[in-house]
């Protein structure tokens, strides 16, 4: 069964900040570089041998995430709009503090995991899985025996609801697509932060 290594970008500017991105575009901090390297040492020997798709989220914090790991790996970047982030609409560039006290009863619904809820205006999580998974389709009939798909947080959510990723961290599944088991949470792979 072929491999997807679930990359999540390195710490951006505004993960450091504390603010919603979404579809905005901050680049990496110098820590989410030093994250990127350092997970790029870290998935360099499982790649030896292998066929390694690297795919990755337009948005420039992916991009350089992705770019870094290429440059170990010696990997090209196949670079697909779909794998962006959640777009958060309204929320994006406010704090979780600014988006609880400006749209209290619009963050209790996105926080309740109703996937048909468009936060900010932006995008529903339906949305959001139908966009990614026909991406994913694509990347899955090329045929390497792993991809590696640097994107961002909300996507892992939209299909695994809950799962905690730390920025410059990775998980192995077999299929994003699937659902996971009842009471799943996937466990990162180890990866230095």
């Known amino acids: 069964m072929r491999e997807i290594w679930f990359i999540r970008h390195g710490e951006s500017l505004w993960n450091a900040e504390g603010r919603w991105q979404g579809q905005a575009d901050p680049p990496l901090s110098a820590l989410g570089r030093s994250q990127a390297h350092a997970l790029a040492e870290t998935l360099a020997p499982l790649a030896v041998g292998r066929r390694v798709l690297l795919a990755a989220s337009d948005l420039v914090r992916a991009m350089e995430t992705a770019e870094i790991v290429g440059a170990v790996l010696g990997l090209a970047v ?11 609409g309204a929320w994006s560039g406010h704090t979780p503090a600014e988006v609880e006290r400006r749209w209290p009863a619009d963050l209790a619904r996105f926080r309740s995991g109703d996937a048909a809820f468009a936060p900010g205006g932006g995008e529903s999580r339906l949305a959001l899985r139908a966009r990614v998974g026909a991406a994913l389709a694509e990347l899955e009939a090329i045929g390497a025996d792993a991809i590696a798909l640097v994107s961002h947080l909300g996507v892992v959510r939209a299909f695994r609801p809950g799962t905690q990723l730390a920025p410059g961290t990775w998980l192995k599944l077999h299929s994003l697509a699937d659902p996971a088991p009842p009471g799943h949470n996937p466990t990162p792979e180890p990866a230095a932060l």
Do not use: F, G, K, P
Not at 78 to 88: I, K, N, T, W, Y
């Open 78 to 88: 196949r670079v697909d709009a779909r794998l962006r982030e959640l777009d958060v």
